[in-house]
Nanobody, 117 residues
Framework: QVQLVESGGGLVQPGGSLRLSCATS????????MGWYRQAPGKERELVAR???????NYADSVKGRFTISRDNAKNTVYLQMNSLKPEDTAVYYC???????????WGQGTQVTVSS
């Protein structure tokens, strides 16, 4: 019943930018936490950024100053703006959301981001 659909991944050169989108099948206010994880080849999945229902945000140290998470409540969409991309940012990026009442977690299918010259 709950769907998270990611888009915006692709191939970009170092120093370039991408904007990921996560469209949800229901109003964002139903979730008290949304964010992005990533998993690079040979590495464990890690939290990249999250946004809480009140609007506060958190970022992994490796992306601070380069990535920005935001949301559009009217469009039920969460975004991840990625600037100054580096090869080490290459990974599959996953959107997630936590339902505020049940505390169930939901995941998107992932979108590939490749940073290479």
């Amino acid at each position: 019943q709950v769907q998270l659909v990611e888009s915006g991944g692709g191939l970009v050169q170092p120093g370039g930018s991408l904007r990921l989108s996560c469209a949800t099948s229901r109003s964002i206010f139903r979730f008290n936490r949304m964010g992005w994880y990533r998993q690079a080849p040979g590495k464990e999945r890690e939290l990249v950024a999250r946004i809480i229902s009140g609007g506060s945000t958190n970022y992994a140290d490796s992306v601070k100053g380069r990535f920005t998470i935001s949301r559009d409540n009217a469009k039920n969409t969460v975004y991840l703006q990625m600037n100054s991309l580096k090869p080490e940012d290459t990974a599959v990026y996953y959107c997630y959301a936590r339902e505020s009442i049940t505390a169930d977690d939901y995941w998107g299918q992932g979108t590939q981001v490749t940073v290479s010259s």
